[in-house]
């Protein structure tokens, strides 16, 4: 499957001064980067996709204003091209193979004519080449003494629809760019990584009369069946530590989010209104986050699990319907329009706790499945515009959006 | 039937984790982690349901075959029932439909189990629109039970919007996918 990439540029709106939503860097201060191509590699084709993957990176870790030239060079040439005297710093890399057919990318930071950065790369497979260049990003990110870029490393899993009650689990990069299907034909919905390591899965099986969340070892190919409930069975949240779950179960017909222990398998209902509660997110030890429509339209609350207390979270948006939480910070879909309709937006947007701040993240079409990264520093999202789908990603400290088209398939959920 | 293609997503991983050593000493700790989880809890085979039915297929007799016709057309005569955007209350337009069900339920059906489905259009693809596939079929189980038919009797899923009958981009196809179908189980 080939997987064309560009990069879009989308601005976003600025309407708060709290530290760790500020903007850090403005385009224009960015320093230059150039890549010069210096492949002893011949697979053209190859050779033009790793280009533009790592143009896409370097767009991505938002430290420089990347020039989008491809360019060759010899890798061991003293100067620069030409073209490239007045860029501040140059990426040059090598892709070759070596006799034991595998994929080596050496790469050199260059400034100022001088080499201050040599790294070398090897996998064994080309396939995951984009990998390499995720890898090498986050490299020059370290080297350049940001904030780390771990969550570029971090692998996605996400439910396809490919029919009628049928769909595939896929595991992928954060660009969706690799695609590895792990469960198909079946009807599976709403993977979530069981753990930090990102080596085992939950998700809801959809193929019997009653729905069942699973258990899935990538390690060791290992399936187990948790529980199953009737109306519906979602996976909602992991904790820090893995060993509780947030689920949102219906075992009398009724969508509450529920507690569930690993180790004990036991369970315990969190939420009792009559209607519609789900998509419970934990928010420290203490307190959950979750979707309700106890107002008679969706809109995210929260619970302290201490003292019972329910609190309204968010008051801008006609319908919100669905959340992620990563500290003190709630990023929320909210429809921003009054059609049924047509011409429905529904956009991203950031609250904290403790201020009375929201940061619209996204401005056009409808933007869902926002998904924290585990260090906060990114949101993944799926974007629909104009018949177009995308995933996205939300540098929130460089008031950045970068947006990857998908090829083909309809995302159902996803996880990070 | 499911397809675990996990040795090469075992392979593909392992190769990614070889990029930093860091991630292969993740890799040993969570492999004894899970090895350890695996003593403790209890393996069941995904196919079971499935299984039950492939038996009762091959032992089928002239009765049962007879019975699965008389399911096959009880559940055609069941009405699916639509829905207002973002509402999971039954309409007026649908009361009529609703005991028609009923009646099936009572009549015709009434030796088999009832599954409802609760489906949703494509605006939202989330938690909150399964569960308000749910809430759907919920309505109409109360509306059934109102009826007279044994609650016992009817279970319940929801699709979301993964289940449309219709996939234009119109109000009349999103008014389609919001929905309730009838499912009959032996």
């Keep these: ?416 | 039937m499911k397809k675990l293609m996990l040795s090469s997503a075992v392979v593909a991983l392992l190769v990614l984790s070889g990029c930093s050593s860091k991630d292969v000493a993740v890799d040993e700790t969570a492999n004894s982690k899970a090895q350890e989880v695996q003593e403790v809890a209890p393996v069941q085979t995904e196919t079971l349901t499935a299984t039950e039915s492939n038996v009762m297929q091959e032992n089928a007799t002239n009765s049962s075959d007879s019975n699965e016709l008389n399911m096959a057309n009880a559940e055609k005569e069941m009405l699916s029932i639509y829905f207002d955007f973002d509402k999971f209350q039954i309409r007026p337009d649908m009361k009529e439909k609703v005991s028609t069900d009923a009646a099936v339920a009572k009549g015709a059906a009434s030796a088999f189990v009832i599954k409802l489905e609760g489906n949703c259009d494509e605006w939202g693809s989330d938690e909150y629109n399964f569960a308000l596939g749910l809430k759907r079929a919920e309505s109409v189980k109360k509306a059934l039970v109102a009826e007279g038919v044994d609650a016992n009797r009817i279970t319940m899923v929801s699709y979301g919007e993964s289940n449309p009958t219709c996939s234009d981009k119109t109000q009349e196809c999103w008014s389609k996918n919001r929905r309730v179908d009838f499912k009959l189980l032996p």
């Design chain 1, 1 to 416: 499957m080939k997987f064309l990439m560009s990069i879009l540029f989308v601005a976003t709106f600025l309407f708060s001064s709290d530290a760790t939503i500020e903007v850090v860097k403005k385009v224009d201060s960015l320093p230059t980067l150039a890549l010069e191509d210096a492949s002893i590699h011949t697979d053209n084709l190859l050779k033009m996709k790793f280009f533009k993957m790592l143009v896409a990176d370097m767009n991505v870790i938002s430290l420089f204003n990347v020039d989008r030239h491809y360019r060759n060079n010899e890798f061991d040439s003293f100067k620069v091209l030409n073209e490239n005297n007045s860029m501040n710093y140059v990426l040059r890399y090598n892709i070759y193979e070596d006799d034991s057919k595998n994929l080596n990318v050496s790469v050199k930071l260059i400034q100022d004519n001088k080499t201050t950065m040599i790294k070398n790369y090897k996998i064994s497979n080309s396939a995951i080449y984009m990998f390499v260049s995720h890898a090498i990003a986050y490299d020059i990110n370290e080297f350049m003494g940001e904030k780390s870029v771990e969550w570029m490393k971090k692998k996605v899993i996400f439910s396809r629809i490919v029919g009628n009650q049928k769909s595939e689990l896929v595991i992928a990069d954060y660009t969706l760019s690799y695609q590895h299907t792990i469960i198909s034909g079946g009807f599976n919905v709403f993977p979530k990584w069981a753990d930090k390591n990102q080596q085992a899965f939950y998700y809801t099986s959809l193929d019997g009369n009653k729905p069942v969340l699973k258990y899935v070892d990538t390690q060791t190919g290992r399936v187990e069946t948790l529980l199953s409930s009737d109306g519906m069975l979602i996976c909602s949240d992991v904790s820090e530590d893995g060993k509780e779950l947030l689920l949102t179960m219906a075992p009398s017909g009724q969508p509450d989010v529920y507690l569930y222990n690993v180790l004990s398998k036991k369970y315990q209902r969190l939420t009792k209104y009559g209607g519609i509660d789900v998509n419970g997110q934990f928010m420290g030890k203490d307190k959950i986050v979750f979707i309700s429509e106890r107002l008679g339209y969706p809109n995210v609350f929260s619970k302290n699990l201490v003292t019972n207390e329910v609190e309204q979270m968010v008051y801008y948006g006609n319908s919100n319907s669905s959340c992620s939480v990563n500290g003190e910070y709630i990023v929320y879909k909210a429809r921003e329009s009054s059609n049924s309709f047509s011409n429905n937006t529904f956009n991203l947007h950031l609250i904290s706790t403790k201020t009375d701040f929201i940061r619209r993240l996204t401005a056009t079409g409808i933007n869902e499945f926002p998904r924290f990264s585990k260090d906060g520093d990114a949101i993944l999202f799926i974007k629909n515009y104009k018949s177009q789908s995308s995933i996205g990603i939300i540098r929130l400290n460089h008031n950045k959006n970068y947006l990857f088209p998908l090829s083909y398939g309809r995302v159902q959920s996803m996880d990070w």
